[in-house]
């Protein structure tokens, strides 16, 4: 029986790392974000109970681990790739069989307020991150946006928790298509296919004001303001199919600036009503603290 020996790849993205064997560990590809979803993988169940460990993506012949940022990975690397090597040299594979019937998909189609953008909603998590795919040459490390470009008819793609959003273009009506992408998708889900690769990190945008910003070097103000778009606002925004992010208050003009993402970005209302709705909350919850809010389209 061969011996797995394991090597240590580093990645664009300095908190992911990349375990790889030397042998084929998986026919495809799977992401968990926790322990309970790692039910057929003892391994991978032990890895979670490492407090640093954030995400583990298995693929091909490679583990690749991302972590919190409270350790370095030159502190744990060695001693991971060990625990690793150990585990995969006294077991016959990776995962453990706990049901041989196929897992169950369902996806649905849900209009939004953006009559280019549908939202197709699934009974499964796809990912813990705001994917935002803007077209086909930004989609190399976002399998599944990369597959929906495919599909001539398919302008951007929005992905969060368990729904993607699609922008379409003119040339067809959504009901020429929303049937075909559903299955699609429904087929992809089920066969595990991959949702973004090890080395995938969010694209910095043109434009330094869409950058995200870090919450907790932020004003007392600007804090009430975001927690106030998670709690009140951000809901709303997500089951259209959409996402928002807070940009920056203004102290002397009392201005917020929030980004909108996926179905609200372009969306002929969002703008206006959407703004009004946002500015209205705050107004209320903060009086005297808010004056206006500016909507751009991310």
Same mark, same amino acid.
């Given at each position: 029986?061969?011996?797995?020996?394991?090597?240590?790849?580093? @990645?664009?993205?300095? +908190? *992911?790392?990349?375990?790889?064997? =030397?042998?084929?560990?998986?026919?495809?590809?799977?992401?968990?974000?926790?322990?309970?979803? %790692?039910?057929?993988?003892?391994?991978?169940?032990?890895?979670?109970?490492?407090?640093?460990?954030?995400?583990?993506?298995?693929?091909?012949?490679?583990?690749?681990? &991302?972590?919190?940022?409270?350790?370095?990975?030159?502190?744990?690397?060695? &001693?991971?790739?060990?625990?690793?090597? =150990?585990?995969?040299?006294?077991?016959?594979?990776?995962?453990?069989?706990?049901?041989?019937?196929?897992?169950?998909?369902?996806?649905?189609?849900?209009?939004?307020?953006?009559?280019?953008?549908?939202?197709?909603?699934?009974?499964?998590?796809? +990912?813990?991150?705001?994917?935002?795919?803007? =077209?086909? &040459?930004? %989609?190399?490390?976002?399998?599944?946006?990369?597959?929906?470009?495919?599909?001539?008819?398919?302008?951007?793609?929005?992905?969060?928790?368990? !729904?993607?959003? *699609?922008?379409?273009?003119?040339?067809?009506?959504?009901?020429?298509?929303? @049937?075909?992408?559903?299955?699609?998708?429904?087929?992809?889900?089920?066969?595990?296919?991959?949702?973004?690769?090890?080395? !995938?990190?969010?694209?910095?945008?043109?434009?330094?004001?869409?950058?995200?910003?870090?919450?907790?070097?932020?004003?007392?103000?600007?804090?009430?303001?975001?927690?106030?778009?998670?709690?009140?606002?951000?809901?709303?925004?997500?089951?259209?199919?959409?996402?928002?992010?807070?940009?920056?208050?203004?102290?002397?003009?009392?201005?917020?600036?929030?980004?909108?993402?996926?179905?609200?970005?372009?969306?002929?209302?969002?703008?206006?009503?959407?703004?009004?709705?946002?500015?209205?909350?705050?107004?209320?919850?903060?009086? =005297?603290?808010?004056? &206006?809010?500016?909507?751009?389209?991310?």
């Amino acid at each position: 029986m061969q011996q797995t020996t394991i090597s240590i790849e580093n @990645t664009p993205n300095e +908190t *992911i790392i990349k375990f790889v064997a =030397n042998k084929l560990l998986t026919n495809g590809s799977v992401e968990y974000h926790n322990v309970d979803e %790692a039910k057929n993988s003892t391994l991978v169940q032990q890895l979670f109970h490492l407090p640093f460990v954030k995400k583990v993506f298995v693929s091909a012949n490679f583990i690749a681990i &991302e972590r919190f940022n409270i350790v370095e990975w030159n502190d744990v690397q060695e &001693e991971l790739k060990t625990v690793i090597e =150990n585990y995969l040299n006294k077991h016959e594979g990776l995962f453990t069989k706990i049901d041989t019937k196929p897992s169950l998909v369902e996806v649905y189609a849900e209009s939004t307020p953006n009559p280019a953008v549908m939202k197709f909603v699934t009974n499964k998590l796809i +990912t813990s991150e705001n994917i935002e795919v803007l =077209n086909s &040459e930004d %989609a190399n490390e976002v399998p599944l946006a990369k597959a929906l470009f495919d599909f001539p008819f398919v302008d951007q793609v929005f992905i969060s928790e368990n !729904y993607i959003s *699609i922008t379409k273009n003119g040339s067809v009506e959504w009901f020429e298509i929303t @049937t075909s992408l559903r299955d699609f998708m429904k087929e992809y889900i089920r066969e595990s296919r991959p949702v973004i690769t090890a080395d !995938y990190r969010p694209k910095k945008a043109a434009i330094p004001e869409f950058e995200p910003v870090d919450i907790e070097i932020l004003d007392d103000i600007s804090q009430e303001i975001v927690a106030i778009l998670d709690e009140y606002i951000k809901p709303a925004v997500t089951s259209d199919g959409g996402n928002i992010m807070f940009q920056s208050y203004h102290t002397e003009s009392k201005t917020v600036n929030v980004v909108l993402q996926g179905a609200c970005s372009g969306c002929p209302s969002s703008t206006v009503t959407l703004k009004n709705g946002i500015e209205a909350t705050l107004k209320q919850l903060l009086p =005297n603290k808010v004056e &206006e809010v500016i909507a751009i389209n991310g």
